[in-house]
């Protein structure tokens, strides 16, 4: 199990490195760089001196090796939008905003989101099959560009229970953590339900019912072992991009995450801060697959062979 | 999003700069005339080129530095280091010799107009007479900054300098800069260093980065903001009907027009250009989509910009000669008119114009057009390399002055971007910089703008306004033509 | 397969929005049941002085008969024609003429201003912004959200599943770069990639497919897999593989089959995402281009006028929750359908 971990950290590095070429040639490619505006630089001294700046007056090449050389050490580089900060700080400042909204919202839906899966898959075809699976399309159809904004209008402008934006007390914790976890506790209910549902109609669950174990025992213990895996697979990537912070909600809310910083950049062509951000959420999607990987094999003993 | 006055180019950096450092001369919290700032007076030579400021005693630094007329000139002489790469550097180029040095052509600053007598008296020379100069002086890219700190933050012309974060930055005005977080909060403390701090009421001013127009509108109506940056457009009845005075609608230095690529067919005929000018009812634009909010636009130049108001024939709606026109083109009844696309950036407003553009040429005119959105930066590279054929366009005034909005006409002008080319015109553009006298200017810009109107390679809309939320509390925020609010006149106060 | 015949409705008017392309061009109204129609001989001034009176806004006038005209403002071209119009109460309806000086009807008429309620039947669910039929944008947003539903969706399922399915079965090395290769591609920048698809490519709906259809077969993947790896320890499988049956054969006729339970949910849960996702496409520059629409890009406007006009967001709405439901009484069928082991018992 060790060997396995210290692998895949070991094989993290050239999909790391291909990840950060790919972006690297990606936002070259792009129409419109950093310093393209609306009233645009009319000399072309100016411009050229700009681009020196920044080490973009090399050719290609060169800037791809300085790139290369400089991510080796860690740095980042500079931001091009945000004057005098370095793209490793603006993480640094953002990421934990985000990760804590993240993990109230995975909280939110994993709590919400395997209840609602596991008694609608007991009570199959009933009124508790039907109600939060209905509930749970509603939160799939409703996005959150829509809930977030109508929890706003209902709970802080309405009510006046909340603030209406802003991340400053607990209290701002709570409409985003809702938002963005109800729209994930929908798909985990979906998915719970199905793999329940599979699972449960299975060989094995029913050879543990004949050999007499306990309802509880036979859904805890041999039902939720199979039952699960297809959330956990959803979970993954899911739980990296809900640390890494979502554009909409934190737009809504007024949450200066890391979410806002990946989409600005990418508009605003800060090509550091674009790698940066990208590195980041890889090394966070490596990470978050590697622990399915493992919770997969935990849940599913006999892959321990392989 | 920065704080250097000298790289920063957007609006929004304006209103915080603005609170952190102080010019030459400040504006008047009304109508934005020059009223003396960190020079306590000034006074020009007879043929208006030389100008000499006279600093007061009291002006100081927030790290306690007496600011020096060295202090302008070296600011000025960063400005212009061509190793900056400053975009708005093209600001100081009324200066005599400020463009050659700019550019890298002079290597002596000595021979720049800009010349510290002593500590107290700074003399700037110009090239030509330039009537709206102490106008430009109220443009952050004319601010000084407090060289010292720039060195030791980076050195003069490194733009990622860190000079201006929280605790290094170092300014003259009103306020002092206290806390930076990135999408989240700057917040300004009163200076105790001003040397009009008795004046300043505000002990803080809390500025909020919010990106969408929505969120903000309910960030105000909760009570978190006391002004808003601007109100969504749906939102504007409710608050006419609910709450009428927290709506403010104030004149606003700019133009929405369209680019019509003249060198492409079928648009290099004039008479084209004219009839799809012909054909856009503004009236009802005005009223369906903006709700009274803006004024149609039958000229480029804002009435009032700096004294000067377009007195030609204004652009009316008039589908019949549209279509005569249309059809005078060879394109009767828009048969045979070739699909052309309106490419504009991706935002609703700017769909829904494009929207009801194409429904207005495609009813008086017969003729399809497609619309074509791109992300803000394809958008701008699209526009700027004429890969277009109509193209959405808005113009803010860098100054108060008509200069701004028709010298880009000029045939190399740097936004021309239509491929509108006439010696005349670019002739009466430069005699207007040379005229003797102030009417003799305006009467050139006059000609100028009726010949742009002719030609017509542009096709103005609306009239910009600074439409804004403000809570009745707040007190002395005047409605000014460059939407600009001197913080130091501002106070809250219960509403009434 | 009861599933089918929920969605029939949404087939069935389907064919019926090609017939109405006309609706497309109406132009602004700003209301929805409020418009109100001047009946009685009056100038256009005096009508519009007569609704603020009535706390009414002065475009609604104008924008009723513009509704009946389906062209722009009224110009002389206008001036001849006539329009229906009934009183709030029900009555009527009238013929009203409109001519240089305003509203002039037909038939019985009073000389005095009255107001009345304009029966428009051609916008049951009100209409936008720019005064267009609402009914008819979601007709024809549905051909593009439904298309970019199923085709992208399809997509990211072949790719999804078969790339899933071949990395769990054969698993080892392959597997594992197989999956590395999953982890490149969540981690590309999505926004960067689209515009550069914008600017590379010409516009058009194949290459939004082309967008989703790279991004969304990611998870899918790594759910078949999952359940690959474990399906792969059962005795059946073990039994065929001892049998020497194909391996492709194997992965076709006993992997994926005995996976489909978590494909279905997961497919359906893909469609909303993947039409919502085509608004944001939309918004780049990718895909439909305005005035055509999409549910996605109705219900991402119909967000911003939440308070004011909540019919714009209500209806799109509506109308893409009822389709997936639809469609997931379809995924349950196909599943209990096509389910080996059910169909075992």
């Known amino acids: ?306 | 999003m920065g704080l250097d006055p000298q790289i920063v180019t957007g609006v929004p950096e304006h209103h915080i700069i603005s609170a952190l450092i102080e010019g030459l001369v400040t504006e008047n919290k009304k109508n934005l005339n020059p009223e003396p700032g960190t020079a306590e007076r000034w006074e020009t030579s007879e043929d208006g080129l030389v100008w000499k400021f006279h600093l007061r005693e009291d002006a100081k630094w927030s790290n306690g530095d007496r600011v020096t007329a060295t202090d302008f000139v070296q600011s000025y002489q960063r400005m212009l280091t061509p190793s900056l790469g400053s975009q708005y550097a093209y600001m100081l180029h009324v200066v005599k010799n400020a463009e050659a040095y700019n550019s890298g052509k002079l290597k002596d600053f000595s021979q720049v107009g800009f010349k510290a007598i002593n500590d107290k008296q700074l003399n700037i020379t110009l090239k030509a007479p330039t009537p709206y100069f102490l106008s430009l002086l109220n443009h952050y890219s004319w601010f000084p900054v407090h060289i010292p700190s720039i060195k030791k933050h980076g050195g003069i012309d490194k733009p990622d300098n860190r000079w201006t974060l929280p605790g290094n930055f170092v300014g003259n005005g009103p306020f002092i800069l206290d806390k930076w977080e990135i999408n989240k909060v700057i917040v300004v403390k009163k200076s105790p260093t001003y040397w009009d701090r008795k004046t300043v009421k505000l002990e803080e001013i809390h500025f909020h980065p919010i990106s969408d127009v929505e969120v903000e509108e309910r960030a105000f109506r909760s009570g978190q903001i006391h002004v808003s940056n601007t109100i969504p457009l749906n939102k504007i009845e409710v608050y006419r009907k609910k709450d009428a005075e927290k709506l403010r609608i104030d004149t606003y230095l700019g133009t929405y027009f369209y680019r019509l690529n003249t060198k492409r067919k079928p648009l290099d005929d004039k008479r084209v250009r004219m009839a799809l000018a012909l054909a856009v009812d503004r009236e009802s634009i005005v009223r369906n989509i903006h709700y009274r909010t803006v004024k149609e636009a039958g000229n480029i130049t804002p009435p009032g910009t700096g004294g000067y108001t377009y007195q030609g024939l204004p652009l009316k709606y008039d589908p019949d000669k549209a279509r005569q026109l249309l059809s005078e083109a060879g394109f009767p009844g828009g048969q045979g008119f070739p699909k052309l696309s309106v490419l504009y950036n991706s935002s609703e407003q700017h769909r829904r114009m494009a929207e009801v553009i194409q429904q207005m040429w495609k009813k008086n005119l017969g003729i399809e057009i497609e619309l074509a959105n791109e992300e803000w930066k394809v958008y701008l590279k699209t526009s700027q390399e004429m890969d277009y054929d109509i193209s959405r366009a808005g113009w803010i005034g860098d100054y108060p002055d008509a200069n701004t909005f028709l010298d880009m006409w000029l045939t190399d002008g740097g936004n021309n971007y239509t491929g509108f080319s006439s010696v005349e015109y670019d002739k009466l553009i430069s005699d207007a910089a040379n005229a003797p006298s102030v009417e003799a200017r305006l009467t050139l810009f006059q000609k100028a703008e009726e010949l742009l109107m002719n030609e017509m390679p542009i096709l103005p809309i609306y009239f910009y306004t600074a439409r804004y939320l403000i809570d009745p509390q707040v007190r002395e925020w005047h409605p000014t033509i460059l939407n600009h609010h001197p913080y130091k006149h501002v106070y809250l106060a219960p509403a009434k | 397969m009861g599933g089918l015949s929920i969605i029939a409705p949404w087939i069935a008017p389907y064919g019926y929005e090609t017939q109405n392309l006309e609706l497309k061009a109406v132009p602004p109204q700003l209301s929805w049941n409020t418009m109100q129609a001047v009946y009685g001989r009056c100038t256009l001034e005096q009508a519009r002085t007569n609704a603020e009176q009535l706390g009414g806004a002065l475009g609604k006038i104008e924008n009723a008969q513009v509704a009946a005209l389906l062209h722009g403002t009224i110009d002389e071209r206008d001036y001849g024609e006539t329009m229906w119009v009934s009183d709030w109460q029900g009555a009527g309806p009238k013929r009203i003429e409109i001519s240089s000086d305003g509203f002039t009807p037909l038939d019985d008429a009073g000389d005095e201003a009255t107001f009345l309620y304009l029966h428009s039947r051609a916008h049951w669910l009100g209409t936008d912004e720019l005064g267009r039929d609402l009914f008819t944008r979601l007709l024809y947003g549905g051909r593009v959200s439904l298309m970019v539903g199923l085709c992208a969706t399809s997509v990211s399922l072949t790719i999804g599943v078969l790339f899933g399915a071949v990395a769990g079965y054969f698993g080892g090395r392959t597997d594992d770069l197989m999956m590395r290769f999953v982890d490149v591609l969540y981690a590309l920048p999505f926004t960067i990639f689209v515009i550069l698809l914008t600017v590379i490519f010409e516009r058009n709906i194949w290459n939004l497919f082309l967008a989703i259809g790279a991004v969304e077969w990611l998870t899918m993947s790594r759910i078949v897999r999952g359940q690959v790896l474990t399906l792969r320890q059962q005795e059946f499988i073990e039994a065929a593989i001892a049998l020497g049956i194909p391996r492709w054969r194997i992965i076709w006729r006993h992997i994926i089959p005995n996976c489909l339970g978590p494909v279905i949910v997961y497919t359906t849960l893909t469609i909303p995402v993947v039409m919502l996702l085509e608004a944001f496409l939309s918004f780049l520059g990718l895909g439909v281009q305005p005035p055509m629409s999409s549910w996605g890009l109705l219900i991402r406007d119909g967000s911003k006028v939440l308070e004011e006009f909540p019919w714009l967001m209500i209806f799109p709405g509506s109308v893409l929750a009822a389709t997936l439901f639809s469609l997931n009484f379809l995924g349950d069928g196909l599943r209990d359908a096509l389910d080996v082991r059910i169909s075992k018992d």
């Open chain 1, 1 to 306: 199990m060790w060997k396995l971990i210290a692998f895949r950290l070991l094989k993290a590095i050239p999909v790391l490195l291909i990840v950060a070429t790919l972006t690297f040639f990606m936002l070259r490619l792009t129409k419109g760089g950093p310093f393209d505006q609306e009233k645009p630089i009319q000399d072309e001294a100016i411009r050229k001196q700009l681009l020196a700046h920044y080490g973009m007056d090399k050719p290609l090449g060169s800037q791809y090796l300085d790139f290369i050389t400089n991510l080796a050490q860690g740095d980042l580089g500079p931001s091009f939008k945000h004057q005098g900060r370095q793209v490793n700080e603006v993480i640094a400042e953002a990421f934990p905003r985000s990760a804590e909204l993240g993990l109230w919202s995975l909280a939110v839906a994993m709590a919400l989101g395997l209840a609602a899966g596991l008694i609608a898959s007991l009570k199959k075809n009933s009124f508790l099959d039907y109600c939060p699976m209905a509930l749970a399309m509603i939160g799939i159809c409703v996005p959150t560009f829509v809930m977030g904004p109508l929890l706003i209008l209902s709970f802080s402008l309405e009510l006046e229970w909340f603030n209406a934006s802003g991340w400053n007390s607990f209290k701002d914790r709570i409409l985003p953590a809702l938002t963005l976890g109800g729209a994930y506790a929908a798909y985990i209910a979906r998915l719970t339900r199905g793999g329940m549902l599979e699972v449960l109609s299975q060989d094995y669950i029913r050879t543990a019912h004949a050999k007499g174990a306990s309802p509880a025992r036979v859904i805890l213990h041999h039902g939720l072992r199979g039952g699960l895996l297809p959330v956990v697979a959803f979970l993954g990537p899911a739980a990296a991009g809900l640390l890494a912070g979502s554009f909409v909600v934190e737009t809504i809310f007024q949450i200066p995450g890391l979410g806002r910083h990946f989409v600005e950049a990418a508009f605003n062509r800060d090509y550091t801060m674009v790698t940066g951000t990208v590195l980041f959420f890889a090394t966070l999607i490596i990470l978050f697959n590697l622990i399915v990987d493992v919770v997969q094999i935990w849940l599913n003993p006999r892959l321990r062979s392989t």
